[in-house]
């Protein structure tokens, strides 16, 4: 009697299960190799506050390519002695220093420094020479401003700033390539900071020119600006003619020139 000869199929979904088994074990496997070399080990916090020694460290490290090894500036950067601690806390906290690139002015990013590393800097370049310090929490408490305050800091900003920030702080053009930049959303002690130091292109407004008060009741303006929406609706980007105009002339223009045409190819 002849033997059945035995043929081995395979179902047809065989190939597609080993594949995917395959995957995912894989898959696994580099997911907890990777977790392994990723791991960091686990560090006690450091109790030990930085000093201006550190702070120099740090500065020669990051900076004295461009200021200096002494801070007193090069052709390449300008000397920070007597700049003070508010002027390394304003340029660094908001990412203006280290400069990203060369160009007319810096420009905003994320900062490059934890706030510890940038507060031993600044005790260093204050140990240099006397110069503007950081503001205290009193001086930027802006929720003992009243009503009344709020509207003489509004008017302190129309005639100080408006001219380069717009009247809404919405920021403006200046020459060569520079620009004044918008202040929605803009820390307190960095407005303070930068009222207090002139950076880039801005006058310094010292305490003699704006009294800490009078500082503190800008800030509480621009504060309410953010807080409160434009009372005419859509701003446009709160810069005035420019934008009104160029709406009126692409919508208003527009719709006057689609009625014409539509009334003129209207059978009589």
């Avoid at 802006?142 to 920021?171: K, Q």
């Avoid at 820390?187 to 950076?199: D, F, R, S, V």
């Avoid at 009078?214 to 003619?241: C, H, M, Q, T």
């Amino acid at each position: 009697m002849a033997s059945r000869k035995k043929t081995g199929r395979r179902h047809p979904l065989a190939s597609a299960a080993l594949l995917i088994i395959g995957l995912v074990a894989a898959g696994g496997a580099s997911v907890a190799v990777g977790s392994v070399a990723n791991a960091e080990p686990a560090t006690a916090p450091q109790s030990q506050q930085l000093t201006a020694a550190d702070g120099e460290a740090l500065f020669r490290a990051n900076c004295a390519s461009c200021h200096g090894l002494n801070a007193q500036g090069t052709q390449n950067g300008t000397s920070l002695i007597g700049v003070g601690a508010a002027s390394v806390d304003f340029q660094v906290m908001t990412g203006r220093m280290p400069m990203a690139m060369s160009g007319p002015q810096a420009l905003q990013r994320e900062p490059q420094f934890s706030q510890e590393d940038t507060d031993a800097m600044a005790a260093y370049i204050a140990s240099l020479a006397p110069g503007p310090d950081v503001p205290s929490e009193e001086l930027l408490d802006t929720s003992v401003v009243d009503a009344e305050g709020i509207a003489a800091g509004g008017e302190l900003f129309r005639i100080n700033c408006a001219m380069c920030h717009n009247v809404a702080g919405a920021g403006g053009a200046l020459t060569e390539g520079k620009f004044a930049p918008p202040l929605k959303g803009v820390a307190a002690n960095h407005i303070y900071e930068a009222m207090l130091t002139g950076p880039q292109n801005m006058p310094v407004f010292n305490d003699s020119n704006i009294s800490p008060e009078e500082k503190r009741e800008i800030i509480a303006y621009l504060n309410y600006l953010d807080e409160n929406p434009s009372v005419g609706g859509f701003d446009l980007g709160a810069l005035g003619p420019v934008s009104e105009g160029l709406f009126i002339w692409i919508f208003g223009l527009g719709g006057i020139v689609a009625i014409t045409v539509w009334l003129t190819s209207r059978p009589n």
